[in-house]
């Protein structure tokens, strides 16, 4: 059994066809032979079985009953560690749940083990982890590539088909673009529609999380399960969630899509454009008005995110002392002296360059220039945003400029890896929904990814327009 969907394994359980055991065995065989590919940090057999065993006891209905579902290691859980990938939280156990964790398990999912990603989900290829990089399963032999990051060990987690669905976070991109680089779909929902609660913090104003799939059905029915308002998270919205899977329509008849103009940009690959060429007569086909539009503000986009994010990392990682939980540094004669080696220690170089960025950018002198500025053009965009979506129902762009590139490649270039987020950040800094689906190869046979963006909250328009174009790829 290679690759079913949720869907068509939720069948198989409720008609008895498979039990709950037979299933997760049959992942964790697979787990156990992709070892090589460094997917988890935290892997437990025994965890696993106990789980099962737990699931066979319980005679209620459960909509995910022993549905198999990797997380990434930056939502808390009770049952394993929590690492952000970072050796400051190496030996953390946390004592809670996270809000999306708590309401994967209350629907009876099987947690199979907590996915690789970069160190605190700062990078675009996991490969700052404290745990070493996460290999994309579509590698060839002798020739790595990188998964995407930061969720890039869920995104492989989906694509070497070791669960049937993952959880990931995305503060500028880190759902959807390892999404495109695996070839599997990845949705980051509206900010605010799932509680961050639980979740470790990178830039609070951004982070989101959201799903990995093999496929849009499943990633409608799982989203519909993490979603919700809580009020330990005060950005969390209420609103009402709707079944998006009974929901989903592929008709398309009748809407409007918005080609924004500002995302093409020089530079980018042939196939990337071509593909999103083919997109968009895909759904001109289905009848859907194609829209030339103009958000102005997109060049802004990459240069804005990188003051924001870093300046509310610097402030959400002050935490991390060596006081309340995580690495200490035993090299201390002083109080000062036992913050400073411990964070000198603790935390990797992509994590400290964020850290002294956001501290800079948020310092007295320098804090109108830059930070005050960053939030002002972020209002911008996402004006530009509201004014593109009075003219269109969604939006399509590529998802990342290139296909998975080498292990190492972008390695010593911080600039470079974060121009990978040249697509992706924008809608982040609008706290808009976006998916990223499989779409179209690159000339290696790799997979290229489509984004559709849409209004806030209007997850089910995004999931249509996905499926719409799923359906008429495959
Ligand atoms: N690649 C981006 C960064 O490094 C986005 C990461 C994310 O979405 N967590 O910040």
């Known amino acids: 059994m290679s ?7 939720l069948k198989d359980l ?3 066809k498979i039990s709950i055991r037979e299933l997760n065995q049959d992942y964790l065989k697979r787990i156990k032979e992709k070892d090589n590919l460094n997917v988890f940090i935290h892997f437990s057999e025994e965890n696993v079985l106990k789980q ?8 209620t209905i459960k909509k995910l009953k022993g549905i198999p579902i990797a997380i990434k290691d930056l939502f808390c859980t009770k049952s394993m560690p929590t690492t952000a990938a970072s050796k400051i939280l190496e030996n953390f156990n946390p004592t809670y749940e996270s809000f999306v964790t708590q309401k994967l398990l209350d629907e009876g999912s099987i947690f ?8 605190f989900a700062m990078g675009s290829a996991t490969n700052t982890s404290f745990f070493g990089n996460t290999i994309n399963p579509l590698s060839k032999e002798n020739e790595p590539l990188a998964p995407g990051g930061s969720s890039g060990g869920s995104a492989a987690a989906v694509a070497a088909d070791l669960c049937l669905g993952a959880t990931g976070t995305d503060t500028g991109g880190s759902i959807r673009q390892p999404a495109s680089f695996c070839g599997v779909v990845g949705i980051k929902p509206t900010y605010g529609l799932c509680s961050r609660w639980g979740i470790a913090a990178f830039a609070s104003s951004l982070d989101q999380a959201g799903i990995f799939s093999h496929n849009v059905e499943d990633s409608s029915i799982l989203l519909q399960s993490i979603a919700g308002f809580d009020q330990r998270d005060s950005t969390s919205a209420k609103v009402d969630i709707p079944n998006y899977f009974e929901n989903l329509d592929d008709d398309l008849n009748g809407k409007t899509v918005g080609i924004p103009k500002e995302y093409s940009i020089d530079g980018t690959p042939m196939e990337i454009s071509q593909i999103w060429e083919d997109a968009i007569k895909v759904l001109e086909k289905k009848g859907v008005k194609i829209k030339n539009i103009s ?7 990459l240069p804005t995110y990188y003051i924001i994010a870093p300046a509310e990392a ?3 990682l002050a935490r991390y002392d060596g006081v309340k939980y995580g690495f200490r540094s035993d090299e201390i004669d002083s109080l000062d002296e036992m913050y400073e080696n411990t964070r000198a220690q603790g935390f990797g170089r992509e994590v400290k360059r964020r850290i002294l960025i956001g501290t800079y950018v948020l310092s007295a002198g320098y804090y109108d220039a830059y930070y005050l500025k960053a939030q002002k053009v972020r209002k911008l965009i996402a004006d530009d945003f509201n004014k593109a979506f009075k003219e269109c129902d ?3 762009t590529p998802t990342a400029p290139s296909a998975a590139f080498p292990l190492n490649e972008k390695q010593n270039d911080p600039i470079k890896m974060y121009l990978n987020d040249v697509f992706t950040v924008p809608a982040s800094l609008a706290g808009l929904p976006g998916i990223s689906i499989p779409f179209g190869k690159d000339k290696n046979n790799l997979p290229l990814g489509i984004q559709i963006l849409g209004k806030h909250f209007d ?7 996905a499926v719409s174009l799923e359906r008429s790829y495959e």
């Open 459 to 465: 997850e089910q328009q995004v999931f249509n327009a």
């Open 295 to 301: 958000l102005p503000h997109t060049k802004y986009a």
């Open 112 to 119: 199979v083990g907590k996915t690789n990603l970069d160190e």
């Open 394 to 396: 969604f939006i399509v």
């Open 314 to 316: 610097s402030s959400n």
């Open 52 to 59: 099962i065993d737990n699931l066979e006891k319980d005679n």
């Open 3 to 9: 690759k079913s969907s949720l869907k068509e394994t």
């Open 14 to 16: 409720d008609t008895k």
